[in-house]
Every structure is written in C-alpha cells, then in structure tokens.
C-alpha cells in the first residue's frame, strides 16, 4: 500500500503579489483550471495500491485545503496541521506516525504540493519501480533528468545500479547548488539530476533511520502526535512539543547521512515553479513568446508573462517583463530577475503592510469577504456566504455593522432577536451587540456590510459559538 503524503506548507513569496502568505502558491490554480494542491493528487489516479493520501499543512489554510480536496473527491486519512515550520524532516516524520498508528507498515510516497509535472504517467511509472526498490528497505528518492545546467537546484550525482539491473540507482552525492560551469558539467556527463524534493521509503525504514541521525527531531514528533488533538477533520499537533523540534529538511536530516539512499530518474515535464520565470518556461507560448491569462491585450511585445487577475492588462513594446496585476498590486520585473521579488515582500513585511498576508478578496471556511472601500472609522466589504454555512455568534467592541441583502436569504440573529432578510432588506447591528449570520438557502448569501468605528480590524472579535472551532 501507497499512501500519499502531501507538503502543503509553503509560502510561495517568490511568486507575489498572486501568492500570499495566507494563500500561498500549492492553493492556486497557476497552470491549468485545478490548483496545485489538486493536481498533485489528481495525477497519481491509476497508480496501484494508492491509499487515501495524508496531508500536512499551515494551520492557516486549513480550510481552504479541506475545501479543495473535497471538490475533487478527495477524502484525506488526516489533515495534519503544523501550528510552527520546521522544514520537511519533521513534517514527514509526523506523517509517517500517523500512518503507522493506522495500522500497517505502508510506503510513503512523499510530494510537495506546488510542483508541476506534465507526463503523469512518467511519473506513476517512476513511482512503481521506487515501489519496488522501498519494499527491499531502499530510502528512494525522484532526480530530475536535466533540460539545461540549471543553478537554482541541488543536484544528486548517481552511484553504481542497484542489484536487478533496474533503472534505479544507488545516490553516490548529493551536491548543493552549483556555479554555472559546474552545473554544465553536471548535465554533460550524464551522472547527475537535479533534486526534486520527493521520496518514496517505508514509514518504519524512514522512522527508523531518521531516529538514528536525529533522535530529538523523532522524539519531539512523537511528543505532538501523541498529544494532538481532533478538531473537525483536523489533527492538530501539539504545539508546545512541535515548537520544540528541531528543524531540518529530508536531504540533510536523513537522505546525505544514510547509506541507503537510492534515485529513481524522472523525465516528466517537471518543475517547482519557484518564479515567475519558471512559469513562463511551462506556460502556452503565443507566438512571440507571450504567456497570458485573463484579460490581456499584447502588441509588439516578446517573451513576456503576463497575468490580469481583475482588470484588463494591455502592453506596448516590451520585451523579457513580468507583469502581474491583481485587485490590489501590480508587479513589474525583469524575467531574469524575478527571485529579487521576496525582497519586495520582505520590506512589505517589515511595513506591517496586508499586502504580504492577504489578497482583497480573504477566505474563510463559511465563504469569503472583499474589503471594496475604506477610509478612516468606516469599511466597506462584499460578504458571500455560501449554502448552509454560517459565521461564528460574535461581538464587536469597537464597531457597528449595517448589511444590505442583495442576493438570497439571510437569517440574522441580533441579541434575543432571529429573523429573515431577503433582497434589498437590511438590518444594524449595534456595537457591543451579540449576533450571527446564516444562509439557510441554496444559493450563496450575498451581502454589502458597512462598518463604522473607531477600529476595524479583524481581530476586534470576541466569539461565543464557531461551526469551525475557531477560538
């Protein structure tokens, strides 16, 4: 039995201003209509003996990433939520506890969540002959064969084959990222691949030898597993024990140290799409080079990305940009310099400034909120609720809410008080007041809210009752 484990943990601040930290790159839809996060399961339907997968991520996405397995099918073994990082080696550890307290002893097939690989079937088959070498107690791991001597990857040198005469190879180095004439070195001898960051292996081989290089790291996994807790689909760790483990990823904490260390070559249109650049190089070219999505307009320009996410995008004679525009920034970069655009969100958050955290339109496990103006002691937002869900019974200390139904039914409760607005109705909520907001219809609330205050934030909420066990 396979079963996959998902690293959906990431930030994605390369990609700014479409990835935000509370809604990173793995839970967008970067490269075809589903998001990263679901082609990644979605292309390993086929392969034999796949168990339901086992996810692990930020506690902050919790419910975007709930959503979107659902709306493929998908019904997760568990959500594993990370209340602190620690890099990949612990993440995998606490995966691979879970799955032995499930009973059995099942391989683990390890995939970040944010990678791209076109040829599915490569990879399935790739993931069957790993399979094979695992069960003999093989740590596998997936080396890119590569296009071009690329310097933003590691690189894994392969050793002797493994016994069988199969395509498998014992790992003779791994080797951090190299120099420019290094890495042609690399590819023109045909002995290395760039380091994908997957693995295959056994939950115990992988326990066991992780416990071998790096006791504290297991014995604080098993500390928060032990001591988590269920909370909807949710098992979340323990965060006083997590806190304290040490961080590290796969390759260092285990796969340079141990002696079992394998590689399986993979050549299936593969990438991490860590920038802008990467993604125009897996993008739909137009004919002069372009890549586009959403409403763009393009004249005499060449061998540009090119994204409008709210309004139309229109160019003029340029040449090797990335334009990015979305409801509230615009980026402009050279393509050979977009991996500088983590420092435009470094400074962002030394700010304080939303635009590093947040796009205007935020999600929330009942639907979703659009700040559509502002100005000092009042807010405008556009509220959707969906079918069925509703918003915590809360109060507001510092402000005052007026909302204005313009599309289904909503139940409002307001102190003692429970009654039904429908289109073109609207109610206040005075500051101070307990209340709540529903959608008992089947068709998604739709609402404007005006808030007045003398503070707006978010975190001017003092909840009672929460369907999703929000403190």
């Not at 996405?61 to 990370?82: C, D, K, N, W, Y």
Request: negative net charge.
């Amino acid at each position: 039995m396979i079963v996959p484990v998902i690293l959906s943990g990431g930030a994605g601040t390369r990609l700014w201003p479409l990835s935000r930290e509370l809604y990173p790159k793995q839970l967008l839809p970067l490269v075809g209509e589903r998001t990263m996060l679901q082609e990644t399961l979605c292309r390993l339907e086929g392969t034999p003996d796949l168990a339901a997968p086992l996810v692990v991520c930020n506690e902050s996405h919790r419910f975007m990433v709930a959503e979107q397995l659902r709306a493929i099918g998908q019904v997760p073994t568990a959500i594993i939520l990370e209340p602190v990082g620690r890099n990949t080696a612990p993440a995998v550890a606490v995966a691979a506890i879970r799955a032995l307290a499930e009973g059995g002893d099942p391989l683990l097939l390890v995939l970040p969540a944010d990678h791209v690989i076109r040829d599915a079937e490569a990879l399935r088959r790739a993931v069957a002959l790993a399979a094979a070498e695992a069960e003999r107690g093989k740590l596998m791991t997936f080396g890119i064969v590569p296009t071009g001597p690329e310097t933003g990857y590691g690189y894994i040198r392969r050793g002797v084959p493994l016994d069988g005469g199969s395509s498998a190879y014992a790992v003779a180095a791994f080797v951090e990222k190299p120099a420019l004439e290094t890495a042609r070195a690399y590819v023109e001898s045909g002995e290395y691949y760039w380091n994908s960051g997957m693995f295959l292996f056994r939950a115990s081989d992988y326990l066991r030898q992780l416990e071998r290089f790096e006791p504290a790291m297991v014995a604080c996994c098993r500390e928060a597993v032990e001591r988590a807790a269920v909370d909807l689909d949710f098992l979340r760790l323990d965060a006083e024990a997590f806190a304290a483990c040490p961080g590290n990823s796969v390759d260092y904490a285990l796969m340079e140290k141990t002696a079992d260390a394998a590689v399986v070559p993979l050549d299936a249109g593969w990438s991490d799409v860590g920038s802008w650049s990467a993604l125009w190089e897996v993008g739909a070219r137009d004919a002069d080079g372009n890549v586009s999505h959403g409403d763009v307009l393009v004249h005499a320009s060449r061998d540009c990305y090119l994204y409008a996410g709210s309004r139309m995008l229109a160019t003029v004679g340029i040449d090797n940009l990335v334009v990015v525009e979305t409801a509230d920034a615009v980026l402009v970069a050279a393509k050979d310099r977009v991996q500088e655009v983590k420092e435009i969100v470094a400074r962002l958050k030394e700010q304080k400034r939303g635009e590093a955290l947040l796009h205007r339109r935020v999600n929330r496990p009942w639907g979703s909120y659009e700040c559509i103006g502002e100005a000092p002691r009042y807010q405008v937002k556009r509220i959707v609720v969906a079918p069925g869900a509703a918003l915590s019974l809360q109060r507001h200390h510092h402000r005052a809410e007026h909302w204005v139904v313009v599309r289904g039914t909503a139940r409002i409760t307001c102190g003692e008080k429970t009654f039904l607005l429908t289109e073109n109705q609207s109610t206040y909520i005075p500051l101070g007041e307990t209340h709540r907001l529903e959608n008992p219809g089947k068709i998604p609330l739709e609402l404007i809210e005006v808030q007045s205050g003398s503070y707006l934030g978010e975190d001017d909420i003092e909840r009672f009752e929460d369907t999703y066990g929000r403190a």
